[in-house]
């Protein structure tokens, strides 16, 4: 884990709000990293400070009247209820049909912008990455060294493959964290060119492909097997649909367990 990972996730580490991989990631980074674990002691003591007693303060007994006050209660006549035209009653009817049969499509785009706000998380940690020493956590073209480095930092088993013969040659992997939670990031290079995969479990639904671009970025996202995969590059889209194809492809055997 980077530092500037970690930052993101003190916050929601102090208020117990990460799974057990993440705050045993967190744990280690500041064991190792005195900058983070000193922000991590600024925080807690800010937070500490925040819920001392001596910070709320009694309001002033003329403001504390003012808000008790009794004001005389002004009771409105009833109105006469105008009798509604044929017209007026079907408009209402129509909009009230309208209201229900909207409401599945306001939830399907929805769930749809969800999706797209995964791809998005992921094209801002490509971006992250590319910064000096942030890009991998183990460097190895070989499927059989990256995979087993994820053993015991995630609570599942991430699918790599080599796809050297496929002109997108495995250079490495790191862990990283999308929307709360940890993932795997595995790095391919596309001749001077990087593609970040990320990969995590889902527990339900399917999610078809889709591609996203933002700023010269291209997203690619699907599920299968129960494991959503976003790949991010700034090579061409075409380009990526061919690295996407050549993960997808069954017959590039991935290291077995």
């Not at 705050?23 to 925080?43: F, L, T």
């Not at 496929?166 to 993932?183: M, N």
């Amino acid at each position: 884990m980077m530092c500037d990972d970690a930052r993101l996730l003190l916050h929601a580490y102090l208020d117990n709000e990460l799974d057990a991989a993440q705050s045993v990631a967190i744990v280690r980074h500041m064991q190792g990293c005195p900058s983070c674990a000193a922000s991590y002691a600024d925080y807690a003591q800010l937070r500490e400070g925040m819920a001392h007693a001596s910070l709320y303060r009694r309001a002033p007994d003329a403001l504390r009247k003012s808000w008790s006050a009794e004001k005389p209660a002004v009771i409105a006549p009833p109105a006469a209820r105008p009798r509604r035209a044929p017209f007026a009653l079907a408009m209402a009817a129509g909009l009230a049909a309208a209201v229900i049969i909207g409401t599945p499509l306001w939830f399907t785009t929805h769930r749809a912008g969800d999706t797209s706000q995964w791809a998005n998380e992921a094209i801002s940690s490509h971006i992250r990455s590319m910064q000096p020493q942030h890009l991998m956590d183990v460097v190895s073209t070989d499927q059989h060294t990256v995979k087993p480095w994820f053993d015991g930092k995630l609570d599942f088993s991430p699918r790599v493959k080599d796809l050297a013969g496929e002109g997108f040659p495995l250079v490495g992997g790191r862990l990283d964290a999308l929307g709360g939670r940890s993932v795997a990031a595995l790095i391919f290079k596309r001749h001077l060119h990087v593609i970040n995969l990320y990969q995590w479990p889902v527990s339900s639904g399917e999610v078809a492909e889709s591609t996203t671009q933002w700023h010269g970025y291209n997203a690619i996202q699907w599920t299968t097997d129960r494991m959503h995969f976003v790949a991010v590059s700034d090579v061409s889209e075409s380009e990526l649909h061919q690295f996407v194809l050549a993960f997808q492809n069954d017959s590039v055997t991935p290291l077995m367990r």
